[in-house]
C-alpha cells in the first residue's frame, strides 16, 4: 500500500492549523511551491482532494476531514510503517490530536463577543466526526475574539476518556459519544447517530424483509478492535437489543478489511455516525431491516467549570450547543 510520508502529513496538519498555502509556507519556513507541491503529492496518493484552495484560503473538503479522522486512527498504531522522507530539520507541525482550530471557512456574524483580561486558550475535545458538526461555529468564535486561542483534543471520544480529562483540567469543553448520560459529571444530550447493522449481499439475512434479533442468533459479529474507544458502546448497545453475544470473527480497525469481512459473508457489522454512513453506500453491502429497535449513540457536551467560574468557555460552551 503507497503510504503519506511524515512530511506530506506535517505539513497537511499545518495547513489546516494555518488556513492558507501562504501561511502555512511562513509557519514551515518554506516556499509555497514546496508546500503546494507536497500536498497535490497527498491528494494524489489518497486519490482525493483535502483542500478547497481559492482566494488563498485553503478550506477542507469533506474528504478532507475524513482524512483528519483516519489520521487520528493512524495515530493509534506504530508509526514504523510510514515513510519517513521528511527533508532536514523543518519546523514541527502539530499532530492531529493538537491542531489549532483556524481553518478558514464560511463567515459566522453571529458569534459573541466576551471580554477577558488576557490571552486565554480553551481546548476543546471531541472525535473528529463530532468536530465536523461545529468547525465552522469555532472558527467564526475565534476570530470573533482576538483574545481567546481554541486547541483542539480530537483523542476524547467517550465519557471513560472525557470526564477524567475534564476533572484534570486538561481540557475545557468535551463532546463524546454515550449511551445515555455518565455517572460522574454532569453533560447534556446534543444529538444521536443511529446505530445499524450491516451483512454482505449473499448473506441468508440479506434476503429476509424484516430481521430479528434471534435471526442474529449464532452469527459472528464483525468488530472493531477492543481498545478502539468505540467499541464498548457497539458492544452495550448490542447487549442491551438482547443480540446473543459471541466471539467475533474478526476484530480490526482496518475499514477495508471490514469491508471485505462482510461481502464475503463472514457476519455482521454494527456502525453509527460516519462509518455508517458510508456503509451504506458500499456495494455488496447492505442494511439489515431490523424490526427490534437499536439504541442510539448520544453526543453529549460537559464543561470543565460551572458557568460563573469562567464566562469565557461558558459562552463558547452556549455558542456550540445550540
Known amino acids: 500500500m503507497i ?3 511524515l512530511r506530506q502529513l506535517d505539513i497537511f496538519a499545518q495547513m489546516i492549523a494555518s488556513g492558507s498555502v501562504a501561511d502555512c509556507a511562513r509557519d514551515l519556513d518554506l516556499l509555497p511551491s ?22 488563498g484560503i485553503a478550506t477542507l473538503t469533506e474528504a478532507g ?18 515513510q519517513d522522507t521528511r527533508a532536514p530539520t523543518p519546523a514541527p507541525a502539530p ?49 470573533t475574539n482576538a483574545d481567546v486561542v481554541i486547541s483542539l483534543d480530537l483523542d476524547t471520544h467517550n465519557a471513560a476518556q472525557a470526564i477524567p480529562r ?32 450491516y451483512i454482505g449481499d ?4 440479506a434476503a429476509l424483509e424484516s430481521v430479528m434479533a434471534e435471526d442474529l442468533h449464532g452469527i459472528a459479529p464483525i468488530m472493531l478492535v477492543p481498545d478502539n474507544s468505540l467499541r464498548p458502546m457497539i458492544d452495550e448497545a448490542l447487549s442491551l437489543a438482547h443480540i446473543e453475544r459471541i466471539d467475533p470473527v474478526l476484530e480490526t480497525d482496518n475499514l477495508f478489511d471490514i469491508m471485505l469481512a462482510v461481502r464475503e459473508g463472514r457476519g455482521y457489522f454494527a456502525a453509527f455516525g460516519p462509518l455508517a454512513r458510508d456503509f451504506a453506500r458500499m456495494d455488496g453491502i447492505r442494511r439489515l431491516p431490523l424490526a427490534f429497535p437499536l439504541p442510539a449513540i448520544d453526543v453529549r457536551q460537559a464543561v470543565r467549570t460551572a458557568p460563573q467560574d469562567d464566562h469565557i468557555v461558558s459562552a463558547l460552551s452556549e455558542y456550540l450547543f445550540r
Open 202 to 205: 449473499a448473506h441468508p439475512l
Open 34 to 55: 514546496d508546500i503546494e507541491r507536497e500536498i497535490d503529492a497527498l491528494e494524489t496518493r489518497l486519490g482525493h482532494r483535502l483542500f478547497d484552495r481559492t482566494g
Open 95 to 143: 499532530t492531529p490530536s493538537a491542531i489549532i482550530a483556524k481553518v478558514q471557512s464560511r463567515d459566522r456574524s453571529d458569534a459573541p463577543v466576551v471580554e477577558t483580561s488576557a490571552r486565554q486558550t480553551i481546548t476543546v475535545a471531541a472525535h473528529p466526526a463530532i468536530f465536523s458538526h461545529f468547525q465552522d461555529a469555532l472558527t467564526a468564535f475565534e476570530q
Open 65 to 82: 476531514r475524513k482524512t483528519v479522522e483516519a489520521m487520528q486512527m493512524l495515530s493509534e498504531t506504530a508509526p514504523e510503517n510510514w
Open 3 to 5: 503510504t503519506p510520508t
Open 166 to 197: 475534564l476533572i484534570a483540567g486538561r481540557i475545557d469543553i468535551a463532546y463524546f459519544y454515550a449511551l445515555g448520560a455518565p455517572e460522574g459529571w454532569p453533560s447534556r444530550y446534543a444529538w444521536s447517530e443511529q446505530l445499524s447493522i
